[in-house]
């Protein structure tokens, strides 16, 4: 636009209109810019502040003598971004114990299909509970999916010292097995690899949840998490690899920061932090 309207003028007097006006644009634009760096002057040392209280959360999440570790803020790290109207939350997204249930051999498409069947329904298998280090006040209220892998582990790790929640917007992603000819032997894996897959995609969803419905649940999932920590600081999910996966995507958009990310793995958690103003 602006070269087409310097290639039009004919005039002296549209150069020198042109002119000032592009002068008063500039002066406009440093007038905002510095307006801008008065009344935010003291934003970034807030801001770098508060970075340097999460760098001391992670240290001491780093110190676990653990597999997983769930604690509480450090409560010095939380008096000090009090006394500056500060707080810091956080977000524990455990992934289940390992199911009961073994992967042999090559597997045809019904053989698949009831494998992912059993997965769902089985026990999971025990564990140690010195994998798992708990250090949290009371109360506090564990929230798992309605999937039996996930209820088991949260009983199991909180056993009756937290009530569990139960709910469904916190279950794993559906999948299905691909339809293929009967007498295809695969893997597994190359099953799982291909059904999520093509349903990633876009096909591969009748009769569960698309993958964009999928992605809109994990985000009211988030959502839900988030006003859990604004109520007890700490909120802990017990819940599933793709979907811890997909709600931390939706709290880093958040301005959340990831301090650990073992989510994906039987028995990891993925601790998110986020520094907001008390009153929120």
Known sequence: ????????????????????????????????????????????????YSENQINKQNATIQQCPTFTCIN?????????LNSRGKKIQQIYLIRHAKPNIQKKGLYNVKQARQYLQDYSSVAIQPFDSCLVSIHLNKPHTIHCSTLRR???????????????????VFREFESRIINAPSFIPLPLSLWQVFSRGSWMLGFNHRGIESHHEAKQ????AAEKLIYIAQQEETAILV?????????????????WKALQSKGQKNLGATILVNVQNSGQ
Do not use: W
Not at 9 to 24: A, F, G, R, V
Not at 217 to 220: E, G, I, L, V
């Open 239 to 255: 819940a599933h690899g793709m979907l811890n996966g997909a709600i931390k995507k939706a709290l880093k958009k958040k301005g």
């Open 150 to 168: 996930s209820r088991e582990t949260a009983r199991a790790l909180f056993s009756n010292e937290y009530p569990v929640m139960i709910d469904s």
């Open 1 to 48: 636009m602006c070269e087409r309207l310097y290639a039009n003028l004919e005039t002296n007097y549209k150069q020198e209109s042109i002119t000032l006006m592009l002068i008063k644009n500039t002066f406009n634009v440093l007038l905002v810019l510095a307006t801008s760096l008065v009344f935010s002057s003291c934003s970034p040392r807030l801001s770098r």
């Open 217 to 220: 649940r994990a985000q009211k």
């Open 72 to 80: 509480e803020i450090d409560s010095t790290i939380q008096n000090k």
